[in-house]
C-alpha cells in the first residue's frame, strides 16, 4: 500500500489533501505542530475516509532540529515513504521574526524546512517505485518576490509578502534543483514537482499580524477564494494521477505545468540558494 507524508494536514489544504488520499487507499501519515490537534484530526480523517490507515506525527517547522526528529521518527515508525507533500507554510508577521535557531520565520516554514525533511527522507522516496514530492509554492512569487541575493533573509527591508514571494520563489528553484539532481544520477523512478493551489479560504494569513490594510483586503477577497478541497485538487492529481508519470522539475498549477517568473533567475543563484540551504541546515542540524 503507498504510503503519503503531508506536512501542515490540521488544516486547510493539507487536511484536504490527506482526507482524499486515504479515502483513495493511501496509508496517511499527517503532520502537525500542536499534539492535540493534530491526534483530532487524524481522527477526524479516518471518519471522514473511512480507512483506518492514518497515523500522525508532530513537529514545529520553524526549527531545523525538528526537522531532523520528525524525519527520524518517520524513519523508525514507517520505513516506506511514496509520497512527501510539503504543504506547511504561509506569511508571517509585519514585523520581521527569527527563530530561536535564528532563521527568518518565512523562510524557516516554507523554504528550510521542506529542503531538509526531503533531503533526510530521500533515501526511502528513492526506494519507492514511484515516488513522488511536492511543494507547494505559490502564484506570489510572481507578485512578490524581490530577492537581495546578498541579504536572503531580508535583514534589511523586510515586508511580510516579500519575504513569503521569496520563499515560494526559492522553493520552485530548489524543486528544479533537485529535479535536475536527480535526472543527474539516473533517477527515473522519482519526481518532484511544485504547485500553486489557487487562492483558497484557508487560515492563511488569517492569525498573522499583517497589519490591518492586509487583513481587510484578505477578509473582503475570501468569497471568492477557492474551497479548501478545491485547492488541494492539483496536489491530489499530482499525488496519485498516473497522467504525471515521469513528469519532474515543473511548476502546476490547475493541473498543468505553468510558467514560473524568469525576471530573478540564472542557473548560479538557483545553485546559491541551493548551496544556501545546504549550508545551514548542516550548520545547525548534526
Ligand atoms: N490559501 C491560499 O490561498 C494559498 C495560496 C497559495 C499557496 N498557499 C500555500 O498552501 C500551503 C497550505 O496553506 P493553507 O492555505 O492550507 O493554510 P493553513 O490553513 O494556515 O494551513 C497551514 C498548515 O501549515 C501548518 N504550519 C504552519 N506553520 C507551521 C510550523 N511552523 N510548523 C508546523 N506546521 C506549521 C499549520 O498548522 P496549524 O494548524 O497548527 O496552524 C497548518 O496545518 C502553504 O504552504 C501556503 O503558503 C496557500
Given at each position: 500500500m503507498k504510503r503519503a507524508?503531508?506536512?501542515?494536514?490540521?488544516?486547510?489544504?493539507?487536511?484536504?489533501?490527506?482526507?482524499?488520499?486515504?479515502?483513495?487507499?493511501?496509508?496517511?501519515?499527517?503532520?502537525?505542530?500542536?499534539?492535540?490537534?493534530?491526534?483530532?484530526?487524524?481522527?477526524?480523517?479516518?471518519?471522514?475516509?473511512g480507512n483506518t490507515a492514518v497515523d500522525?506525527?508532530?513537529?514545529?517547522?520553524?526549527?531545523?532540529?525538528?526537522?531532523?526528529?520528525?524525519?527520524?521518527?518517520?524513519?523508525?515508525?514507517?520505513?516506506?515513504?511514496?509520497?512527501?507533500?510539503?504543504?506547511?507554510?504561509?506569511?508571517?508577521?509585519?514585523?520581521?521574526?527569527?527563530?530561536?535557531?535564528?532563521?527568518?520565520?518565512?523562510?524557516?516554514?516554507?523554504?528550510?524546512?521542506p529542503f531538509l525533511l526531503t533531503g533526510l527522507l530521500l533515501d526511502l522516496l528513492k526506494n519507492s517505485p514511484d515516488g513522488r514530492i511536492i511543494n507547494v509554492s505559490s502564484n506570489s512569487h510572481k507578485l512578490n518576490a524581490k530577492p537581495d541575493f546578498s541579504d536572503l533573509q531580508l535583514e534589511r527591508g523586510y515586508d511580510p509578502l516579500r519575504a513569503y514571494g521569496n520563499a515560494k520563489l526559492f522553493l520552485?528553484?530548489?524543486?528544479?534543483?533537485?529535479?535536475?539532481q536527480l535526472k543527474r544520477q539516473g533517477i527515473d523512478n522519482l519526481t518532484v514537482n511544485a504547485v500553486h493551489p489557487g487562492a483558497?479560504?484557508?487560515?492563511?494569513?488569517?492569525?498573522?499580524?499583517?497589519?490591518?490594510?492586509?487583513?481587510?483586503?484578505?477578509?473582503?477577497?475570501?468569497p471568492f477564494f477557492r474551497t479548501a478541497e478545491q485547492g488541494a485538487d492539483t496536489l491530489i492529481y499530482l499525488a496519485s494521477s498516473d497522467a504525471v508519470n515521469g513528469k519532474s522539475g515543473l511548476y502546476f498549477v490547475d493541473r498543468k505545468p505553468a510558467n514560473v517568473t524568469t525576471t530573478y533567475y540564472t542557473e548560479e543563484r538557483e545553485q546559491l540558494?541551493?548551496?544556501?540551504?545546504?549550508?545551514?541546515?548542516?550548520?545547525?542540524?548534526?
Amino acid at each position: 500500500m503507498k504510503r503519503a507524508l503531508i506536512t501542515g494536514a490540521t488544516s486547510g489544504i493539507g487536511k484536504g489533501v490527506a482526507i482524499e488520499l486515504a479515502r483513495q487507499g493511501f496509508t496517511v501519515v499527517i503532520h502537525g505542530r500542536n499534539d492535540q490537534k493534530t491526534s483530532q484530526v487524524c481522527e477526524e480523517i479516518k471518519t471522514i475516509s473511512g480507512n483506518t490507515a492514518v497515523d500522525y506525527l508532530v513537529a514545529d517547522l520553524f526549527l531545523m532540529e525538528q526537522v531532523r526528529k520528525l524525519a527520524g521518527e518517520y524513519h523508525q515508525r514507517y520505513g516506506r515513504l511514496d509520497v512527501l507533500v510539503n504543504n506547511a507554510g504561509g506569511l508571517m508577521s509585519k514585523e520581521r521574526e527569527t527563530t530561536t535557531e535564528g532563521i527568518e520565520k518565512t523562510m524557516a516554514v516554507n523554504v528550510m524546512a521542506p529542503f531538509l525533511l526531503t533531503g533526510l527522507l530521500l533515501d526511502l522516496l528513492k526506494n519507492s517505485p514511484d515516488g513522488r514530492i511536492i511543494n507547494v509554492s505559490s502564484n506570489s512569487h510572481k507578485l512578490n518576490a524581490k530577492p537581495d541575493f546578498s541579504d536572503l533573509q531580508l535583514e534589511r527591508g523586510y515586508d511580510p509578502l516579500r519575504a513569503y514571494g521569496n520563499a515560494k520563489l526559492f522553493l520552485i528553484w530548489l524543486t528544479q534543483q533537485l529535479s535536475k539532481q536527480l535526472k543527474r544520477q539516473g533517477i527515473d523512478n522519482l519526481t518532484v514537482n511544485a504547485v500553486h493551489p489557487g487562492a483558497v479560504a484557508t487560515n492563511f494569513g488569517v492569525e498573522s499580524n499583517l497589519g490591518s490594510v492586509l487583513k481587510v483586503m484578505a477578509k473582503l477577497a475570501r468569497p471568492f477564494f477557492r474551497t479548501a478541497e478545491q485547492g488541494a485538487d492539483t496536489l491530489i492529481y499530482l499525488a496519485s494521477s498516473d497522467a504525471v508519470n515521469g513528469k519532474s522539475g515543473l511548476y502546476f498549477v490547475d493541473r498543468k505545468p505553468a510558467n514560473v517568473t524568469t525576471t530573478y533567475y540564472t542557473e548560479e543563484r538557483e545553485q546559491l540558494i541551493w548551496d544556501y540551504c545546504d549550508q545551514l541546515t548542516k550548520s545547525l542540524v548534526a
